[in-house]
């Protein structure tokens, strides 16, 4: 999938539109309608070519219709309201739901070591890559939003990090861009060189929870290894999920602190609501007040949201935009890329047995 124009990776920094990047007015309830059916219909589409063709994801499918949709044509602009929708409200739904698959017990149970290894990658990683970021001349947002979509969870941490970067519409969607195309290359990727490494089942389970970005994208690549590597992946990949709450409470503080938030502008909140209630929905999960049928009920609606959310996600990503950013971005994804697989095999491979 391509997401960037790659022929100038060393250009000056490029020079984003001066055009508006965010409507002032809230769309009506009408403007949203079609949009939201078109999301509704992609992912029907989505989850039909998972079902036919498992190994391919279908928040994968949701987001390469979703380009499709976004560079289609003039008309499509009808759209952008109900896509928008999606692509923000909806995708924090579906983040607030992801808690009920994960409890305390569970991360826990991965042991001190595993745990140290998933926290040393995400700040390796997240810390790491605003650093290059800089070094290439980006900017400071673009940085911030493509660190945290590598280090966390793709697209969803992009979403909780977007207020606080006060990032363009360009740049959000630059980093969506790159976190999807590398959690898709992994996704192939990652079995190969397991097998070739010979890693255990633990080994591999391990390393794909702590590299690769969303969790339908963990789930593809461990399910190639069987249902013990798909077990420690998911958890691995959840514990991962929780250390977005400190990330973004960590630079709302910052920002504060430093002053780079705009004091004309609304200030965020240290913790977005939907963070919160990831948070929540762990609780619950941990309690075990939940039964089994709200567990997997939830499970199946945060699937379909996040599927609707990625359409939505995907048609922010506008070809005609993108090229004025240059392919430094594209750089900076591969590194960082190279660089969550690197560390976390390095760990793995230290304190997995």
Not at 6 to 23: D, H, I, R, Y
Not at 136 to 152: D, V
Request: glycine fraction near 12%; charge should be neutral; hydrophobic fraction near 55%.
């Amino acid at each position: 999938m391509k997401v960037l124009d790659t022929g100038a990776v060393l250009n000056p920094s490029p020079q984003l539109s001066s055009e508006p990047t965010v409507s002032e007015a809230p769309p009506s309830p009408a403007s949203i309608v079609p949009g939201v059916a078109v999301a509704v219909a992609a992912t029907g589409a989505a989850v039909f070519v998972n079902a036919s063709v498992p190994q391919i994801s279908t928040l994968i499918v949701a987001v390469v219709i979703g380009i499709l949709i976004g560079n289609g044509s003039d008309r499509v602009d009808m759209l952008r309201p109900g896509l928008t929708f999606a692509g923000k409200k909806l995708l924090r739904v579906g983040v607030v739901l992801l808690g009920l698959r994960l409890s305390i017990g569970q991360v826990t149970a991965l042991g001190l070591p595993t745990l140290v290894l998933v926290v040393a990658t995400v700040a390796v990683t997240f810390f790491g890559t605003q650093a290059i970021g800089r070094r290439l001349g980006l900017s400071k947002p673009l940085s911030l939003l493509i660190a945290t979509g590598y280090s966390i969870c793709g697209a969803s941490a992009i979403a909780a990090m977007e207020s606080t970067s006060e990032a363009e519409e360009e740049e959000v969607a630059v980093a969506i861009g790159l976190v999807t195309l590398a959690g898709s290359m992994a996704m192939f990727t990652l079995p190969v060189l397991a097998q070739m490494m010979g890693l255990s089942d633990d080994q591999f389970g391990t390393w794909v929870g702590a590299s690769v970005h969303d969790v339908a994208q963990v789930v593809a690549a461990a399910s190639t290894g069987g249902a013990s590597v798909l077990a420690v992946a998911v958890v691995v990949k959840l514990t991962r999920v929780v250390l977005l709450a400190p990330i973004v409470a960590g630079v709302s503080l910052s920002r504060a602190n430093e002053g780079d938030v705009n004091s004309d502008a609304p200030r965020p909140p240290l913790l977005p609501g939907f963070v919160l209630g990831f948070l929540g929905m762990m609780a619950l999960r941990t309690a075990g007040v939940l039964p089994d049928v709200v567990l997997s009920g939830g499970k199946t609606i945060e699937g379909l949201l996040l599927t609707a959310a990625l359409v939505g996600l995907g048609a922010g990503v506008r070809f005609d935009r993108l090229r004025k950013l240059g392919g430094r971005p594209l750089l900076l994804g591969l590194i960082a890329w190279l660089l969550v697989a690197a560390v976390s095999l390095g760990g793995v491979l230290a304190v997995v047995a």
